[in-house]
Nanobody, 121 residues
C-alpha cells in the first residue's frame, strides 16, 4: 500500500520560508513524477509544482515561480518543496502526490494527508 507522508508545515510571517518534505513508501513499482498540490477550504485544489523522477523536467504554477523550489532525493524516496518569500495567499493545506509510471506524469493517483501552511500578514 502506497503511503505518502508530508511534514514541515507550520506558521510563518509574510516573507518567511518553510521547507516541506514527503516520504514515499510501500510502492513496488516506479513513479513517473511526484508533486505538490494545495487547497484552501471551500476552494478547488491547485497544482503547485511537480518533478519527473529523473529530475529533468519541472513544472511550477505561475503563482509560485521564483519563490518555490521542488527537488527529489530518489535514494531516500523523499520529495521536497522549499518555499521562500511566503505571503498570505500561500496559506493552504499542502498535499504530496505521486503519479505511477503506468499512468504517466502528471496523472497523480496517490496522495498524502497533507501538511498545513499558514502565512500571516
Amino acid at each position: 500500500q502506497v503511503q505518502l507522508v508530508e511534514s514541515g508545515g507550520g506558521s510563518v510571517e509574510t516573507g518567511g520560508s518553510l521547507s516541506l518534505s514527503c516520504v514515499a513508501s510501500g510502492y513496488t513499482g516506479d513513479f513517473a513524477c511526484m508533486g505538490w498540490y494545495r487547497q484552501v477550504p471551500g476552494k478547488e485544489a491547485e497544482g503547485v509544482s511537480y518533478i519527473y523522477i529523473g529530475g529533468k523536467k519541472i513544472w511550477y504554477a505561475d503563482s509560485v515561480k521564483g519563490r518555490f523550489t521542488i527537488s527529489i532525493d530518489n535514494a531516500k524516496n523523499t520529495l521536497y518543496l522549499q518555499m521562500d518569500s511566503l505571503n498570505p495567499d500561500d496559506t493552504a493545506m499542502y498535499y504530496c502526490a505521486a503519479a505511477p509510471a503506468w499512468l504517466g506524469c502528471p496523472l497523480f493517483a496517490y496522495y498524502g494527508r497533507g501538511t498545513e501552511v499558514t502565512v500571516s500578514a
